[in-house]
T-cell receptor, first 115, second 113 residues
Framework: DTGVSQDPRHKITKRGQNVTFRCDPISEHNRLYWYRQTLGQGPEFLTY????????KSRLLSDRFSAERPKGSFSTLEIQRTEQGDSAMYLCASSRTGNSQETQYFGPGTRLLVL | AQSVSQHNHHVILSEAASLELGCNYSYGGTVNLFWYVQYPGQHLQLLLK??????LVKGIKGFEAEFIKSKFSFNLRKPSVQWSDTAEYFCASAPGSQGNLIFGKGTKLSVKP
């Protein structure tokens, strides 16, 4: 299976700690998206990359959040000084642009619990 | 702000019943529309998508959706549901040239055998 992969699948941390998540997109997909999903809600956009450039960040992405995609392949999402409100499922999606029919494919997500 | 509304939070049906899940989006211009499904314990999977052309689009597993521009709607339908359709269904839009998706809150479908 060459779908989007995310690591780790689950993370439990204490408030104030830093966490980092990794996303590996589908090969040759040039766009990579991060979303956050909380219970009872649909995914909410956080940020996205086209190749290595971070093109857009949501207002949801506070200063404690940072994302990188250094070589235009995998991406990392770091949360510094975690808070209980950061508990959520963090989803990664990838797509290939080139025409107007962009379709995003999602990974299994990383579930974060902040104690 | 652009938004997507899904009318039903939880739908319970018996097998063989017909399904229609409502979805309305708020953007007035060109928009791409999607339905994703999340089966229990699995990740989001694409069910079907609309970009342009025929407003009636067919997806996997017998699902279809109709884009009605005048109503800003993209409702999901299936003539006869199966127990295996039990899942959460998300409608999403990508307005204009915007890349990121705007999701509804989802509709949980429970199909009784």
């Amino acid at each position: 299976d060459t779908g989007v992969s995310q690591d780790p699948r689950h993370k439990i941390t204490k408030r104030g700690q830093n966490v980092t998540f990794r996303c590996d997109p589908i090969s040759e997909h040039n766009r990579l998206y991060w979303y956050r999903q909380t219970l009872g809600q649909g995914p909410e956009f956080l940020t996205y990359f086209q190749n290595e450039a971070q093109l857009e960040k949501s207002r949801l992405l506070s200063d404690r959040f940072s994302a990188e995609r250094p070589k235009g392949s995998f991406s990392t999402l770091e949360i510094q000084r975690t808070e209980q409100g950061d508990s959520a499922m963090y989803l990664c999606a990838s797509s290939r642009t080139g025409n107007s029919q962009e379709t995003q494919y999602f990974g299994p997500g990383t579930r974060l619990l902040v104690l | 702000a652009q938004s997507v509304s899904q009318h039903n939070h939880h739908v319970i049906l018996s097998e063989a019943a017909s399904l229609e899940l409502g979805c309305n989006y708020s953007y007035g211009g060109t928009v791409n529309l999607f339905w994703y499904v999340q089966y229990p314990g699995q990740h989001l999977q694409l069910l079907l998508k609309y970009f342009s052309g025929d407003p009636l689009v067919k997806g996997i597993k017998g699902f279809e959706a109709e884009f009605i521009k005048s109503k800003f709607s993209f409702n999901l339908r299936k003539p006869s549901v199966q127990w295996s359709d039990t899942a959460e269904y998300f409608c999403a839009s990508a307005p204009g040239s915007q890349g990121n998706l705007i999701f509804g809150k989802g509709t949980k479908l429970s199909v009784k055998p």
